[in-house]
C-alpha cells in the first residue's frame, strides 16, 4: 500500500511534462505560466508535507493515508475537467495538498515497521525504486494517453486508481492504534511554510516579465523571506506541536541528508521537464514517441533502485555510494548538454539517459536511508515530512530558477537548444556540488 501510494503521488509530478505543449494550445497557457502547471502541484505539495507528516504521526497512519488519497482523487477529477489555466492550476494545487497528507504517511508505515538495519534498508529501497519508477514512467504513460486519448486522462485515470487503492486500503491495512487527538496541529506554521514558498517562486518568475529590481518583485522575495523566517520562529517558539522539530537538525544525518534531497529535486525535476520539451521542442518527437523515449529511464531507474544499490549499502558507506551517483548523474547530464538538432536518439537521449538514470538510481535509496536514521519513532512522520519537503522544495525552486535562466523568450529552434543545453549543464555543476557535500555526512563506524 505504501508502495502503490507513493507511485501515484510521484507519477504526478512528471506525467503532465509531455502533456505540457498539448495543454498549452488547449487552454491557451503563455510560455512563462506553463511551469505552473507543475509548480502548482510541487509548491503545495512541499510547504503542507510537514504537516502531513505531523498528521500521520498524531491521528493514525491509515486514517491519513485514506484522507490524502480522497482528496488527491477529487482534485485528479477536477483538473480533468478544468476548462481554464487559472482552474487546473487550482486542481493541481489540491492534488498537492492531498499529495502531501499521503507521502508521508507511506514512508512512516515503513520506518515505524522496520527498525533500522537490512530489513529497512530493503524496504526503502523497494519504496525508493518504485517512486523512481513513478517518476519516469510518468513521462511514458503520460505520452502515450495524450497521444491516443487526451491530455486529460492523464489526471482523470486517477480516479479509478485511487478509488482501487482506498478500497485496498480498507481490507489489508490494520486499524490505528488509540492516538491523542488533543494535541493541537501547528496550521500557521503549515501556511507560513507554503506562502514563503510559493512567493519566492512567483517572485522568481516575476524576473522574466520585470527584473530583479522591480517593486513586484521585491515584495514577492521579500514576502517569501519574512515568512520562512517566520515560520522558524514559529517552530522554535511558539507551536505546541510543531511541524519541524528543530531538534532534528541537530542530528548530521538528517541536517545534511536534507541538503543533499534538496539538491536531488533540482536535477531530477529538470530533467524531466527539460528532457521532455527538448525531445519535442527540438528532436520534434510526438508526445508518444517522447513517453516512449523515457522507457530505459524506467527501467534503469528500477533495476539499480532495487538491487544494486542496497547491495552497494551492505558494502559501502552511504556517503560513499552518494557520491557514486551524484558523479554518474553529474556525467550524464553534461552529456546531455551536448546534444543538439541533429542527435539522433542514441546519443541524444539513450546514452546519457542511461548515465543520469544510473547515478539517480544509486542516490534514492542511501539518501533516504541516511536522512530517516537516528531518528525517534514519535518523530518519524516529521522526518519523513521534511525529507520529502526538502525534495518537492528543490524540484520547485530549482525548475523556477532554471526556466529563467535558460528558456528564451522567442521560442525559435536555435534559442531553444541553446536554452535547454544550458539547463543541463547547470545541473551538472549542482551534481558535482552534492558530490562534494556527501562527504560532510558521518561514515558508518562514526554512526
Not at 498537492?96 to 527498525?115: C, K, Q, R, Y
Not at 541528508?257 to 533540482?266: A, E, P, R, Y
Not at 532495487?306 to 560513499?320: F, Q, V, Y
Not at 519513532?377 to 522526518?383: K, L, V
Given at each position: 500500500?505504501?508502495?502503490?501510494?507513493?507511485?501515484?503521488?510521484?507519477l504526478?509530478?512528471?506525467?503532465?511534462?509531455?502533456?505540457l505543449?498539448?495543454?498549452?494550445?488547449?487552454?491557451?497557457?503563455?510560455?512563462?505560466?506553463?511551469?505552473?502547471v507543475?509548480?502548482?502541484?510541487?509548491?503545495t505539495?512541499?510547504?503542507?508535507?510537514?504537516?502531513?507528516?505531523?498528521?500521520a504521526?498524531?491521528?493514525?497512519?491509515?486514517?491519513?493515508?485514506?484522507?490524502?488519497?480522497?482528496?488527491?482523487?477529487a482534485?485528479?477529477?477536477?483538473?480533468?475537467?478544468?476548462?481554464?489555466?487559472?482552474?487546473?492550476?487550482?486542481?493541481?494545487?489540491?492534488?498537492?495538498?492531498?499529495?502531501?497528507?499521503?507521502?508521508?504517511?507511506?514512508?512512516?508505515?515503513?520506518?515505524?515497521?522496520?527498525?533500522?538495519?537490512?530489513?529497512?534498508?530493503?524496504?526503502?529501497?523497494?519504496?525508493?525504486a518504485v517512486?523512481?519508477a513513478?517518476?519516469?514512467?510518468?513521462n511514458?504513460i503520460?505520452?502515450?494517453?495524450t497521444?491516443?486519448?487526451?491530455?486529460?486522462?492523464?489526471?482523470?485515470?486517477?480516479?479509478?486508481?485511487?478509488?482501487a487503492l482506498?478500497?485496498?486500503?480498507?481490507?489489508?491495512?490494520?486499524?490505528?492504534?488509540?492516538t491523542?487527538?488533543?494535541?493541537?496541529?501547528?496550521?500557521?506554521?503549515?501556511?507560513?511554510?507554503?506562502?514563503?514558498?510559493?512567493?519566492?517562486?512567483?517572485g522568481?518568475?516575476?524576473?522574466?516579465?520585470?527584473?530583479?529590481?522591480?517593486?513586484?518583485t521585491?515584495?514577492?522575495?521579500?514576502?517569501?523571506?519574512?515568512?520562512?523566517g517566520?515560520f522558524?520562529?514559529?517552530?522554535?517558539?511558539?507551536?505546541?506541536?510543531p511541524?519541524?522539530?528543530?531538534r532534528?537538525?541537530?542530528i548530521?544525518?538528517?541536517?545534511?541528508?536534507?541538503?543533499?534531497?534538496?539538491?536531488?529535486?533540482?536535477?531530477?525535476?529538470?530533467m524531466?521537464y527539460?528532457?521532455?520539451?527538448f525531445?519535442?521542442?527540438?528532436?520534434?518527437?510526438?508526445?508518444?514517441?517522447?513517453?516512449?523515449?523515457?522507457?530505459?529511464?524506467?527501467?534503469?531507474?528500477?533495476?539499480?533502485?532495487?538491487?544494486?544499490?542496497?547491495w552497494?549499502?551492505?558494502?559501502?558507506?552511504?556517503?560513499t555510494?552518494?557520491?557514486?551517483?551524484?558523479?554518474?548523474?553529474?556525467?550524464?547530464?553534461a552529456w546531455?548538454?551536448?546534444?543538439?538538432?541533429d542527435?539522433t536518439?542514441?546519443?541524444?537521449i539513450?546514452?546519457?539517459?542511461?548515465?543520469?538514470?544510473?547515478?539517480?538510481?544509486l542516490?534514492?535509496?542511501?539518501?533516504?536511508?541516511?536522512?530517516?536514521?537516528?531518528?525517534?519513532?514519535?518523530?518519524?512522520?516529521?522526518?519523513?515530512?521534511?525529507?520529502?519537503?526538502?525534495?518537492?522544495?528543490?524540484?520547485?525552486?530549482?525548475?523556477?530558477?532554471?526556466?529563467?535562466?535558460?528558456?528564451?523568450?522567442?521560442?525559435?529552434?536555435?534559442?531553444?537548444?541553446?536554452?535547454?543545453?544550458?539547463a543541463f549543464?547547470?545541473?551538472?555543476a549542482?551534481?558535482?556540488g552534492?558530490?562534494?557535500?556527501?562527504?560532510?555526512?558521518?561514515?558508518?563506524?562514526?554512526?
Amino acid at each position: 500500500m505504501a508502495c502503490l501510494g507513493q507511485f501515484m503521488v510521484v507519477l504526478d509530478v512528471s506525467v503532465v511534462n509531455v502533456a505540457l505543449p498539448t495543454i498549452q494550445s488547449a487552454l491557451g497557457f503563455s510560455r512563462t505560466g506553463l511551469p505552473w502547471v507543475v509548480n502548482g502541484y510541487v509548491l503545495t505539495f512541499a510547504g503542507f508535507l510537514l504537516l502531513g507528516g505531523r498528521l500521520a504521526d498524531l491521528y493514525g497512519r491509515k486514517r491519513v493515508f485514506l484522507c490524502g488519497l480522497a482528496l488527491f482523487t477529487a482534485a485528479s477529477l477536477v483538473g480533468g475537467l478544468a476548462d481554464t489555466p487559472g482552474l487546473l492550476i487550482a486542481a493541481r494545487a489540491l492534488q498537492g495538498l492531498g499529495a502531501s497528507v499521503l507521502a508521508p504517511a507511506t514512508i512512516t508505515m515503513l520506518t515505524v515497521t522496520f527498525p533500522e538495519g537490512p530489513a529497512r534498508i530493503r524496504a526503502l529501497a523497494t519504496w525508493t525504486a518504485v517512486a523512481a519508477a513513478g517518476g519516469t514512467a510518468g513521462n511514458l504513460i503520460g505520452g502515450a494517453i495524450t497521444e491516443f486519448l487526451s491530455w486529460r486522462w492523464i489526471l482523470l485515470i486517477n480516479v479509478p486508481l485511487g478509488a482501487a487503492l482506498g478500497a485496498l486500503t480498507v481490507l489489508c491495512l490494520a486499524p490505528d492504534q488509540r492516538t491523542d487527538e488533543s494535541v493541537r496541529l501547528d496550521v500557521p506554521g503549515a501556511l507560513l511554510a507554503t506562502t514563503g514558498l510559493g512567493a519566492l517562486t512567483y517572485g522568481i518568475t516575476l524576473t522574466r516579465s520585470d527584473s530583479w529590481a522591480a517593486p513586484s518583485t521585491i515584495t514577492a522575495l521579500a514576502l517569501g523571506v519574512a515568512a520562512l523566517g517566520a515560520f522558524v520562529l514559529v517552530e522554535g517558539r511558539f507551536a505546541r506541536a510543531p511541524l519541524l522539530p528543530l531538534r532534528l537538525l541537530s542530528i548530521r544525518t538528517v541536517s545534511v541528508g536534507n541538503v543533499l534531497m534538496l539538491l536531488g529535486g533540482v536535477s531530477f525535476t529538470a530533467m524531466w521537464y527539460f528532457l521532455s520539451l527538448f525531445m519535442q521542442d527540438v528532436l520534434h518527437y510526438s508526445a508518444w514517441q517522447t513517453g516512449l523515449g523515457f522507457l530505459p529511464h524506467t527501467l534503469v531507474s528500477v533495476v539499480i533502485g532495487m538491487h544494486t544499490a542496497p547491495w552497494l549499502l551492505h558494502r559501502l558507506d552511504g556517503r560513499t555510494v552518494i557520491v557514486i551517483g551524484a558523479v554518474l548523474a553529474g556525467a550524464g547530464f553534461a552529456w546531455q548538454s551536448l546534444a543538439g538538432p541533429d542527435s539522433t536518439y542514441l546519443v541524444g537521449i539513450l546514452g546519457p539517459g542511461v548515465i543520469m538514470s544510473l547515478g539517480g538510481g544509486l542516490l534514492n535509496t542511501p539518501i533516504t536511508n541516511t536522512v530517516t536514521s537516528g531518528v525517534r519513532s514519535p518523530d518519524a512522520g516529521a522526518a519523513s515530512g521534511l525529507m520529502n519537503t526538502s525534495k518537492q522544495v528543490g524540484g520547485a525552486l530549482g525548475l523556477t530558477v532554471l526556466v529563467v535562466l535558460t528558456v528564451p523568450s522567442v521560442p525559435a529552434l536555435d534559442a531553444l537548444d541553446a536554452g535547454y543545453s544550458l539547463a543541463f549543464g547547470i545541473v551538472a555543476a549542482v551534481l558535482v556540488g552534492m558530490a562534494v557535500l556527501a562527504t560532510a555526512l558521518p561514515g558508518r563506524q562514526a554512526r
